[in-house]
């Protein structure tokens, strides 16, 4: 049964000011001595998405959005992506809620779970939140045309409450979650920004943007949602359940960013989630630290969708949320296993109902044994071998998607990289490249990597400096062995390179085209350059002893000899 709560519960949701397709809205009510009750409302998209009908198969195909810098190519038909599913504030919206009491800690005192009617009483943008967080709030910047004049005042104070209710609680339980040893692993993001969103023109700047408290708040209840609901599904149809797995790693393979960061003075211990999380906190002030994370996620596996009766053969563990049962549920309108999870739990429901109807009428607990197969819902469910297909397929899918939006954000660079070319043709003070800071990433037997956190991109510099349109000054020779390329910039004089070490690089066009760019490095100053002499000296020192001790000793004879090129 379908519970109406459109108005016991002032729902409100918090999404990018852009955003059209809403999973997913909150209410948060006090009731007085510190406790709260809390809702989670996600978007009941099975209701129009008939199990095994032409839609559903389709959305099974697809099985996730793609976002690209201005375009999203939906899962769903656009008209329920953004309209009937969504959870806009124009009318009832149909809804699967998670809700519990909780005190302001986040601990949960009671929950339920069921499928309701809600109303949104107002869609937020993230910034519309963090300025409420930050008590710097504008009501004026809020859209509640939806309601009557005489309600402005009164939905105002409620958001406001519910945010800063919401924000308590949130921030309890994600010091709890770094507390047991929970990953960090967000990156900041390039965005683009145009004269006209509505246009396909170039972008006419770029900004990084980073998560702020307000991303945090809406994350915190979405994982505590998908963590409860797991456990609710795998309770009740434990064969036929969808789960999301993240394998610890094998920490062999952080032997190189140890080892980089060694030579640094650094240390990266790894031997447990919360001695790694505790490290990226401590390194969280580096120089590097943004390519000290996205080494650290190159470390790790990717986390995957699996039919939960793989439990026999691996952990369902997440590792990065360091939580023992984790699945998708929070975002049925982009991703397909959401939309197969919100079936299974509906499934769960109705086993449970009458497990507990059972248990009131005197039936002992250990005697009641109900298939999914005698509740209506069961019909829903897929066999255990199509939920592993569904599984592989959106993983597949997801990867596919995700370098699809990393390929889209490299080409609207390349767009606005274009257009700094035209304006420099027109005003030669314009500058036609963009200087960034690169890190040497890795070091291969004929070539080296470097990575631009600003950008978000890898780019294979070879050893030739001709390859692949890569361009630098110099040429070089490595000594990959230790992590370690030896540049020359000048006849006679080198630079030693390390892992994590880094340089000022200009940005541009590449040359004859104009979708791809090029990264030229520039030279450090003379005075850390080193002569051949010192190169081999250097090249033939036992690796137990860091580079750095190298270059300090080197440095050193050159002070000593009075070096002429320093």
């Not at 921030?171 to 990953?183: E, S």
């Not at 650290?296 to 939960?308: D, E, F, P, Q, V």
């Not at 829903?380 to 199509?386: G, M, V």
Request: hydrophobic share 35%; net charge negative; aromatic share 8%.
């Amino acid at each position: 049964m379908r519970i109406g709560s459109k108005h016991e519960r002032f729902v409100v949701s918090i999404d990018p000011a852009t955003a059209r397709d809403l999973d997913d809205a909150l209410s948060c009510e006090p009731l007085g001595g510190g406790n709260y009750r809390v809702g989670v409302h996600i978007a009941d998209v099975s209701a129009f998405v008939p199990f095994g009908s032409a839609l559903d198969e389709e959305a099974r195909k697809r099985a996730t959005s793609v976002y690209l810098v201005q375009k999203v190519i939906p899962m769903l038909p656009r008209k329920l992506c953004e309209e009937h599913c969504s959870l806009n504030t124009l009318g009832d919206k149909l809804a699967f809620t998670v809700e519990w009491t909780m005190d302001s800690r986040g601990r949960i005192l009671k929950e339920w779970m069921g499928q309701t009617v809600i109303r949104n009483q107002c869609k937020m943008a993230y910034e519309n939140a963090q300025d409420i967080i930050d008590n710097k709030f504008d009501p004026s910047c809020l859209d509640l045309s939806h309601l009557p004049p005489s309600r402005h005042r009164w939905a105002i104070d409620k958001i406001k409450d519910a945010v800063h209710g919401l924000w308590t609680i949130a921030a309890n339980i994600r010091q709890a979650r770094f507390d047991r040893g929970a990953l960090s692993l967000n990156q900041a993001k390039m965005y683009f920004d145009f004269e006209n969103n509505d246009t396909n023109t170039a972008p006419k700047g770029w900004h990084l943007h980073e998560t702020a408290e307000a991303n945090w708040l809406v994350e915190e209840f979405m994982v505590m949602a998908n963590a409860r609901v797991t456990e609710k599904t795998i309770e009740f149809c434990p064969d036929n359940a969808l789960a999301r797995w993240h394998e610890s790693p094998d920490t062999s393979r952080f032997k190189t960013l140890r080892d980089a960061l060694k030579r640094k003075g650094q240390e990266m211990k790894v031997s447990s989630g919360r001695a790694l999380a505790d490290s990226l906190e401590r390194l969280g002030k580096h120089r590097e630290a943004a390519t000290i994370k996205a080494l650290t996620i190159r470390c790790m596996h990717l986390a995957k969708y699996c039919c939960t009766t793989e439990a026999a053969d691996h952990s369902l563990s997440h590792y990065a949320l360091n939580l023992p049962l984790y699945t998708h549920f929070t975002s049925p309108i982009r991703r397909y296993a959401d939309l197969v999870v919100h079936r299974v739990l509906k499934c769960a429901l109705e086993i449970e109902g009458i497990v507990q109807r059972a248990i009131r009428d005197g039936v002992p607990e250990d005697q009641i044994s109900i298939s999914p197969k005698e509740v209506p819902s069961g019909q829903l469910l897929l066999h255990e071998s199509d939920v592993t297909d569904v599984a592989l397929h959106c993983n597949e899918r997801k990867e596919e998607a995700r370098k699809c939006s990393d390929q889209s954000i490299e080409l609207y660079y390349c767009l606005y990289l274009q257009s700094l070319y035209e304006q420099n043709k027109v005003d030669g003070r314009i500058c036609k490249f963009e200087k960034h800071h690169a890190t040497l990433s890795k070091v291969a037997d004929k070539s080296f990597q470097i990575y631009i956190p600003t950008i978000g991109c890898e780019r294979e510099l070879f050893h030739d400096n001709g390859q692949n349109d890569q361009v630098w000054v110099g040429t070089n020779k490595k000594n990959a062995k230790e992590g370690v390329v030896y540049i020359q910039w000048e006849e006679g004089l080198f630079q030693e390179a390390c892992i994590l070490d880094g340089w000022e690089a200009h940005v541009t066009l590449k040359p004859g085209q104009k979708l791809d760019f090029t990264v030229q490095l520039q030279p450090p100053p003379r005075s850390e350059l080193m002569t051949e002499e010192e190169v081999l000296a250097a090249v033939n020192t036992p690796a137990s002893e860091p580079p750095d001790s190298k270059q300090k000793k080197n440095n050193e004879q050159r002070r000593r000899k009075g070096d002429s090129h320093a």
